[in-house]
């Protein structure tokens, strides 16, 4: 295919590259698109000496790329972005057969990395701290933020190339190097991203090791995490990952960030625009075949319009197009791979033998690839399956009879993430926003829970991890806060006016 020969994307590619230089080892990981199940290329897996090399590259980086002014380094993030956006088409392309969500949102996950961009090259100049009066005369406070050094970024198969984006851009202008391991589900994307980024690098003759790239399974993960040479971890996944990783960085009292699990809930109101909220609800539960980490799982519904919003919610789904993802047309590709598949029919199985009934979809589609019919579920909130997350396309109907319950009934699940109410009365909205209001690191009125913009912090509470990234100031994450006193007077003051003479 043209967009593979575009990004430089071979039979076989080196999985292990310090940006400028990249090495393959004799061990492979094949790539598979889920559109038909077949294979596109192999990537070579990284070894143990490659990634020691890789750290030790990155932390010579770290000399040089720490000593740049930020605005210099924000111009490099500049020209990323410009590179993005002339490989714009070929790379949503290639997200979009190796991942398997269609190509409308392929290429809007490409501009999301071109959003990153022009977001941290306004940041590079806008890295501030504080100034603090002193209680000792002729004294002077103010606090500054320093890099860290190595940031390892481990991101999710659901955004092969965005999620790294929002840490890596954000972190570079701030004087990181940064280490990346991709999904090894989707280890294409990462390389053709590489390759990208370091044409920039040769071009404005830059030392290798400051953007860095490994792959491989769970093992080079657990090198990652386990190196004290790496001061934080931004990885993204499942909930069991994140406590995995969060336990083994915590021991060596490393820094995280964590973007886990989702158990996205829209509560519609009686005081809602249906129509409005029909068309979120179906973007957020079906749009990416519901394998993103913000997908709509659950949708609370008054009891006065349960039964309207279910016919028009049953009337959407039968006539949705589902097929190969690089079609126009098509507005649900295949899950990424046959254990998604399987997961999926656990559940809505899991859902009938807890008392609930699948009301439409949840069947295999006899055709190559590993498509399924989006499935609608009429449920508790309280059953175990409803209460876990499913990366695929079922959404949970259920009913509530006050907004008090709504909330009770959104709040009562372990995840944190995303959120929505859906209202135009103005007090169920703000209480939707209060303290007392949705529990999640993202909360919505009048839109939908997913789809989030660069701007805003992204991440979420309890189980889905606490942490933040992308815009506001995520950047904070990513650098050391220093403390400074100057004394330009001719004596020596101590604090709390302690004396002592000597």
Request: proline letters at 3%; charged letters at 25%; hydrophobic letters at 35%.
């Amino acid at each position: 295919m043209e967009f593979l020969k575009t990004l430089g994307i071979e039979g076989i590619n080196p999985g292990s590259s310090t940006g400028q230089k990249s090495t393959q080892s004799k061990e492979y990981i094949s790539s598979y698109t889920p559109a038909d199940g077949k294979k596109i290329a192999d990537v070579s897996k990284t070894t143990r000496k490659e990634y020691d090399h890789i750290v030790e590259t990155s932390q010579k980086a770290f000399e040089v790329w720490r000593t740049m002014p930020a605005p210099k380094r924000g111009e490099i993030v500049r020209q990323i972005g410009q590179k993005l956006r002339e490989y714009k088409e070929p790379l949503g392309k290639l997200v979009t057969y190796e991942m398997g969500k269609i190509y409308q949102e392929g290429l809007g996950e490409v501009q999301e990395m071109i959003d990153i961009c022009d977001f941290a090259v306004g940041l590079s100049r806008q890295l501030y701290g504080l100034t603090m009066h002193s209680e000792r005369p002729e004294h002077r406070m103010y606090e500054q933020w320093h890099p860290l050094g190595t940031v390892g970024i481990i991101s999710a198969f659901n955004f092969p190339v965005a999620v790294w984006s929002w840490n890596a851009m954000i972190a570079a202008v701030c004087g990181n190097v940064m280490i990346w391991k991709g999904s090894e589900k989707t280890p294409l994307c990462g390389v053709a991203v590489q390759k990208i980024v370091a044409r920039v690098l040769k071009e404005n003759d830059l030392p290798e090791g400051i953007f860095n790239l490994v792959t491989g399974d769970r093992e080079v993960g657990e090198w990652m995490t386990e190196d004290e040479r790496v001061p934080l971890i931004s990885a993204t996944g499942s909930i069991r990952m994140g406590k995995e990783v969060a336990k083994t960085v915590g021991s060596r009292l490393g820094k995280t960030i964590l973007e886990l699990g989702g158990n996205n809930a829209i509560i519609i109101s009686e005081n809602a625009d249906i129509e409005m909220a029909i068309r979120a609800t179906v973007f957020g539960a079906v749009g990416t075949c519901g394998q993103r980490c913000t997908s709509t799982r659950r949708l609370i519904i008054h009891e006065s319009v349960y039964d309207q919003v279910k016919e028009r919610l049953l009337g959407i789904y039968e006539n949705i197009t589902i097929g190969d993802p690089l079609e126009s047309g098509t507005l649900v590709g295949p899950l990424i791979d046959q254990d998604a598949v399987d997961n999926m029919q656990n559940a809505l199985k899991q859902v009938a033998k807890e008392g609930g009934e699948v009301i439409y979809g949840g069947e295999v589609l006899n055709e190559d690839g590993f498509y399924v019919r989006p499935a609608l579920a009429e449920v508790e909130n309280h059953y175990k399956i409803v209460q876990d997350e499913t990366f695929a396309p079922i959404l949970y109907l259920m009913k509530y009879s006050s907004m008090d319950e709504a909330i009770e009934m959104h709040n009562g699940v372990k995840q944190g993430l995303s959120s929505a109410v859906f209202t135009l009365n103005m007090r169920e909205a703000e209480t939707f926003l209060s303290a007392r209001g949705s529990d999640c690191g993202i909360a919505n009125v009048n839109i939908g829970t997913s789809g989030a913009e660069i701007g805003g912090a992204f991440g979420g509470e309890k189980e889905t991890g606490g942490g933040r990234e992308s815009g506001s100031d995520a950047w904070k994450a990513y650098m050391r806060r220093q403390t400074n006193t100057i004394n330009w007077g001719d004596t020596l003051p101590l604090a709390q006016g302690i004396s002592f003479d000597v």
